[in-house]
């Protein structure tokens, strides 16, 4: 189990609802995953239809929207998005995605910061897609943001753990769930993310660009729930070279 | 430094002449290689790749489906006007030709927009002929409002225009604007272009620089297949699309290739592209650059589009009429360029759908890049 904000999840797997083949593989692959937090593009919504194709089936499967404000490229156009959302789908819980680089997708340390502040004011529960900057999240949890997702790689870049060093340091400082966001390409990259600490991961491309969504799914909540308990076990420590068992050690205790 | 400077100092007939010397065994290291040059886009365009072509299909599908997942875009255009005060040898709208002018009014506007909505199409790409006088920034910021209200995402192809007029056209609602160079040899723009503004070729090579200038977010490159060599035209447009995404890092850019298709009154095609061709030069863009959108238009056939959308294409057009009032105001004018697919809206979803990709409606919203 574990916490953000005032919810407690069970699933350390979150989704992203885009890319896949059809809504209703998008709803097979999270019923597979077991997970309970869905980011979707706001962007994407029509807001003034009454049923909408993504969003229905999800609330009808009780899983938590996670809207996110991907397409905007500064503060005051997330901000924007945010009201919206809030509006339309009754939470205020929201993903700041801030990515005026539509190459890469690269989040904007400037802009996030300072919406994510503003945000945070006007009452909304912040999740912040945000660079693997140890300061950066320091500053985003000090302005109030209930968790902070640093990327592993670039987005859909399956790269899995490219940032890993930076990601140990930001784990190692966090009061709050760092959730690993983005580049993870395989289950084994969650599960390495999972070891190294991470409160959960988010998966969107690896998944929804498979082909067997609903199998992926389900391998990669497989590969988060072995990277925890590894995790928690507490992993070894890679040794340079065999180390003979412990006779000597017997001898040094009876000293 | 703007793009004509650098364009300057191509040198076409080298382009025409690498882009046919290659071996296939060099494009085989091209297609194992994650990251491509310039020269290594050459190499795929050259026939020596056309026996790898089921090779590089496979590999742009791939690329295709990391990036964009199983979607894709639908629009359809919005024609406003054929007025055109240009004389193009291979276009419809053609000062010289006679057909029925019509600028569509406000009012009318709306009935089109209205019969557009119905047909399920949410992303419109408005369309002009270039007539500065009739048809300029006083036109558009009449128009552009009263469209904003049923779209959520409005893409522009109307003559280039200054930056300021861009910023401003930004503010109303514009969210891509589509530059066509037709062709980036100066001997056949010259030679197709007669009359008007639009024989002005450095003015429509530096449109894409205002365009980023004024933070559009969206820019649509692309080269009218037909007109001359195809493969030294792909390679300047990849020139280009690389110096624009150094300069304009915010911008999204798209790909238009149609191909020359009979008008009424149009003359025969002088560099005709195959099937084949068409699809080597898409999936070689697909890898040289995979975040690029590119998009296929009704011009193509149903089946083309069938086989060719799932490699590489993120947006297709669909229902589209090519004259000012096609929707509901005057049905029966003469187009532009006539159509090949069709199908409605309905149907190109249902054939996307079976083919596993999931038709987008909307992607977009108003209140972003504003």
Request: a neutral charge; one cysteine or more; proline letters at 5%.
């Given at each position: 189990?574990?916490q953000i904000?005032?919810?407690?999840?069970?699933?350390r797997?979150?989704l992203?609802?885009g890319?896949?083949a059809?809504?209703l593989?998008?709803q097979?692959a999270?019923r597979?995953?077991?997970c309970q937090?869905?980011?979707?593009?706001?962007k994407?919504?029509?807001?003034?239809?009454?049923?909408?194709?993504?969003?229905?089936?999800?609330?009808?499967?009780?899983i938590?929207?996670?809207p996110?404000?991907?397409?905007?490229?500064?503060?005051?156009?997330?901000i924007?998005?945010?009201?919206?959302?809030?509006?339309?789908?009754q939470?205020?819980?929201l993903k700041?995605?801030?990515?005026p680089?539509p190459?890469?997708?690269?989040?904007?340390?400037?802009e996030?910061?300072?919406?994510a502040?503003?945000?945070?004011?006007?009452g909304f529960?912040?999740?912040?897609?945000?660079?693997?900057?140890?300061?950066?999240?320091k500053?985003?949890?000090?302005?109030?943001c209930?968790a902070v997702?640093?990327?592993?790689?670039?987005?859909?870049?399956?790269?899995?753990?490219?940032?890993?060093?930076?990601?140990q340091?930001?784990?190692e400082?966090?009061q709050?769930?760092?959730?690993?966001?983005?580049?993870?390409?395989?289950?084994?990259?969650?599960?390495a993310?999972m070891e190294?600490?991470?409160a959960?991961?988010?998966?969107?491309t690896a998944i929804?660009?498979?082909?067997?969504?609903v199998?992926?799914?389900?391998?990669?909540?497989?590969?988060?729930?072995a990277g925890?308990m590894?995790?928690?076990?507490?992993?070894a420590?890679?040794?340079?070279?065999?180390?003979?068992s412990?006779?000597f050690?017997?001898?040094l205790?009876t000293l | 430094?703007s793009?004509?400077?650098?364009w300057?100092?191509q040198d076409?007939?080298a382009?025409?002449?690498?882009?046919?010397n290659f071996?296939?065994a060099?494009?085989?290291?091209v297609?194992?290689?994650?990251k491509l040059?310039?020269?290594?886009?050459?190499a795929?365009?050259s026939p020596?790749a056309?026996?790898l072509?089921s090779?590089?299909?496979?590999k742009a599908?791939?690329l295709t489906r990391q990036?964009?997942g199983h979607?894709?875009?639908l629009?359809?255009?919005?024609?406003?006007?054929?007025?055109?005060?240009?004389e193009c040898?291979?276009?419809?709208?053609?000062?010289?030709?006679?057909?029925?002018?019509r600028t569509?009014?406000?009012?009318?506007i709306?009935?089109?927009c209205?019969?557009i909505?119905a047909?399920?199409?949410?992303?419109v790409?408005l369309?002009?002929?270039?007539?500065e006088?009739k048809?300029?920034?006083?036109?558009?910021?009449?128009a552009?409002p009263?469209?904003?209200?049923?779209?959520?995402?409005?893409?522009?192809e109307v003559?280039p225009?200054?930056?300021?007029?861009?910023?401003?056209?930004?503010?109303?609602g514009?969210d891509a604007?589509m530059?066509?160079q037709?062709t980036?040899n100066s001997?056949a723009y010259?030679?197709y272009?007669?009359?008007?503004?639009?024989?002005?070729?450095?003015?429509?090579?530096?449109?894409?620089?205002r365009v980023?200038?004024?933070?559009?977010?969206?820019?649509?490159?692309?080269i009218?297949?037909g007109?001359t060599?195809w493969?030294?035209?792909?390679?300047?447009l990849a020139?280009?699309?690389?110096?624009?995404?150094?300069q304009?890092?915010?911008?999204r850019f798209?790909?238009s290739?149609?191909r020359?298709r009979?008008?009424?009154?149009?003359s025969?095609?002088?560099?005709?592209?195959s099937?084949?061709?068409?699809?080597?030069?898409?999936?070689?863009f697909?890898?040289?650059?995979?975040e690029l959108?590119?998009s296929?238009?009704?011009?193509?056939?149903?089946?083309?589009?069938?086989?060719?959308?799932?490699?590489?294409?993120t947006?297709v057009s669909?229902?589209?009429?090519t004259?000012?009032?096609g929707?509901?105001?005057?049905p029966?004018n003469?187009?532009q360029f006539s159509?090949?697919?069709?199908?409605?809206?309905?149907?190109v979803?249902?054939?996307?759908?079976q083919q596993g990709?999931?038709p987008v409606w909307?992607?977009?919203?108003?209140?972003?890049?504003r």
């Amino acid at each position: 189990m574990f916490q953000i904000a005032d919810r407690t999840f069970s699933s350390r797997l979150l989704l992203g609802s885009g890319k896949f083949a059809s809504p209703l593989l998008m709803q097979q692959a999270v019923r597979a995953s077991g997970c309970q937090l869905v980011t979707l593009a706001i962007k994407r919504l029509e807001l003034t239809k009454p049923q909408d194709d993504l969003v229905t089936p999800l609330r009808n499967m009780h899983i938590q929207l996670l809207p996110n404000t991907s397409g905007a490229k500064n503060a005051k156009e997330a901000i924007f998005a945010a009201e919206l959302a809030r509006e339309a789908l009754q939470t205020n819980w929201l993903k700041l995605e801030i990515h005026p680089d539509p190459r890469y997708l690269m989040p904007d340390p400037i802009e996030t910061l300072a919406a994510a502040e503003q945000l945070v004011k006007l009452g909304f529960v912040v999740l912040p897609y945000c660079s693997a900057d140890p300061v950066l999240c320091k500053r985003l949890e000090q302005v109030g943001c209930v968790a902070v997702m640093p990327l592993g790689a670039a987005i859909g870049s399956n790269q899995g753990l490219q940032t890993r060093s930076m990601l140990q340091i930001i784990i190692e400082q966090a009061q709050m769930p760092v959730i690993i966001d983005a580049g993870l390409g395989a289950p084994s990259h969650a599960a390495a993310a999972m070891e190294l600490g991470a409160a959960a991961v988010l998966v969107n491309t690896a998944i929804a660009s498979s082909n067997d969504p609903v199998a992926m799914a389900g391998a990669f909540a497989n590969a988060v729930n072995a990277g925890r308990m590894a995790y928690l076990a507490g992993l070894a420590t890679p040794q340079q070279q065999a180390t003979a068992s412990s006779p000597f050690t017997d001898f040094l205790a009876t000293l | 430094m703007s793009y004509h400077r650098q364009w300057q100092q191509q040198d076409w007939q080298a382009l025409q002449l690498q882009s046919r010397n290659f071996s296939t065994a060099q494009v085989q290291a091209v297609l194992s290689q994650p990251k491509l040059t310039l020269q290594d886009f050459q190499a795929l365009l050259s026939p020596a790749a056309e026996p790898l072509l089921s090779q590089m299909a496979s590999k742009a599908q791939r690329l295709t489906r990391q990036r964009f997942g199983h979607t894709v875009q639908l629009f359809a255009p919005l024609y406003l006007s054929n007025l055109c005060a240009n004389e193009c040898t291979y276009c419809g709208f053609s000062l010289s030709q006679k057909v029925k002018r019509r600028t569509l009014s406000l009012s009318e506007i709306e009935q089109e927009c209205l019969a557009i909505k119905a047909l399920g199409i949410d992303q419109v790409l408005l369309v002009t002929g270039e007539h500065e006088r009739k048809v300029g920034m006083d036109y558009f910021c009449d128009a552009l409002p009263v469209i904003r209200r049923y779209f959520s995402s409005i893409q522009l192809e109307v003559q280039p225009l200054d930056t300021a007029e861009y910023q401003l056209l930004k503010q109303l609602g514009v969210d891509a604007v589509m530059l066509y160079q037709e062709t980036y040899n100066s001997r056949a723009y010259q030679h197709y272009h007669l009359k008007g503004k639009k024989a002005d070729m450095p003015w429509r090579l530096d449109a894409p620089d205002r365009v980023g200038q004024a933070g559009i977010d969206k820019i649509g490159l692309g080269i009218l297949l037909g007109l001359t060599d195809w493969r030294a035209d792909a390679m300047m447009l990849a020139q280009h699309l690389q110096y624009l995404q150094k300069q304009y890092w915010q911008s999204r850019f798209s790909l238009s290739v149609p191909r020359i298709r009979p008008c009424s009154g149009g003359s025969g095609v002088a560099y005709p592209i195959s099937d084949k061709e068409l699809i080597q030069l898409i999936c070689a863009f697909r890898l040289f650059a995979p975040e690029l959108e590119i998009s296929l238009s009704t011009r193509e056939s149903a089946l083309l589009r069938q086989h060719v959308v799932p490699l590489a294409i993120t947006s297709v057009s669909a229902g589209s009429k090519t004259q000012p009032g096609g929707y509901s105001v005057a049905p029966e004018n003469l187009e532009q360029f006539s159509i090949d697919d069709s199908r409605t809206p309905q149907q190109v979803a249902a054939a996307l759908m079976q083919q596993g990709l999931q038709p987008v409606w909307k992607d977009w919203d108003g209140y972003l890049g504003r």
